[in-house]
């Protein structure tokens, strides 16, 4: 588990749990916190996410089955750490886990490319083995990116094996959610992704009406609002 509070940590982050499941394993230290009283409290550190002013106060945090995700203010910049088996931290690699070292992290933990230096990062959604954002590119639009695990489909794109951990950037295309639909807010969980859209004028990017929620991914307990077998990746994406 994380914790961000502007007023009582001053924008830091702070994390505590077993670091094998990565959200913990973010200051080079390979230990657990939390099951014991001397890992708490002012002995449990701040995550090192860097030394410029901007990576040193957070504006909100995002958390993961096993990763976290950091927004600063006031660039919308986002850093992203802890499991990596699927490259849902979208730093192009399949790095298994980020944080366990020193040199992981602070100013040697990346940026994440949303798709040009101007990209924004709008709203988050982090699952167990992936990662989704609204995102919003100049001259293209905004649209839904998707990075991890995409069994079932829960990431929204057709192929079983994409996206590759070279897909990030503006290699990562937007998700089809169909026309002129844009995503609002997106919600990751074990095996499905959810996303509530609205409808913009063909010619623009103003969003006109919430139009509803389409959700992907594994259907098998009827989790994703459909008639058990539905499975959107093969039938009604887009």
């Known amino acids: 588990s994380c914790f961000l509070d502007d007023e009582l940590t001053a924008g830091r982050v702070m994390c505590w749990g077993e670091f094998e499941q990565g959200v913990?394993?973010?200051?080079?230290?390979?230990?657990?916190?939390?099951?014991?009283?001397?890992?708490?409290?002012?002995?449990?550190?701040?995550?090192?996410?860097?030394?410029?002013?901007?990576?040193?106060?957070?504006?909100?945090?995002?958390?993961?089955?096993?990763?976290?995700c950091a927004q600063f203010a006031p660039s919308g910049r986002v850093k992203c750490w802890g499991q990596n088996g699927g490259g849902q931290l979208m730093v192009g690699s399949f790095q298994g886990l980020v944080g366990c070292a020193a040199s992981d992290m602070g100013d040697h933990l990346p940026f994440v490319d949303f798709g040009g230096a101007n990209a924004e990062m709008i709203e988050m959604g982090l699952g167990h083995d992936t990662t989704c954002a609204v995102v919003r590119r100049p001259g293209v639009g905004q649209g839904l990116v998707c990075h991890g695990s995409n069994m079932g489909g829960r990431?929204?794109?057709?192929?079983?094996?994409?996206?590759?951990?070279?897909?990030?950037?503006?290699?990562?295309?937007?998700?089809d959610l169909g026309t002129n639909l844009v995503p609002l807010l997106v919600a990751s969980t074990y095996g499905a992704t959810c996303v509530v859209v609205g409808t913009r004028a063909s010619s623009t990017d103003a969003i006109t009406t919430t139009k509803g929620i389409k959700c992907m991914g594994d259907n098998r307990a009827k989790q994703l609002g459909l008639p058990a077998g539905m499975f959107p990746h093969e039938s009604t994406i887009g």
Request: net charge positive; with cysteine; glycine share 16%.
């Open 24 to 68: 913990k394993c973010s200051s080079g230290i390979q230990r657990a916190a939390g099951f014991q009283s001397n890992t708490m409290g002012t002995a449990l550190p701040f995550v090192d996410l860097g030394s410029t002013p901007e990576t040193r106060r957070a504006v909100r945090l995002f958390q993961g089955g096993g990763h976290a």
């Open 155 to 175: 990431l929204g794109y057709a192929s079983p094996g994409f996206p590759a951990p070279s897909h990030v950037g503006s290699m990562l295309p937007f998700v």
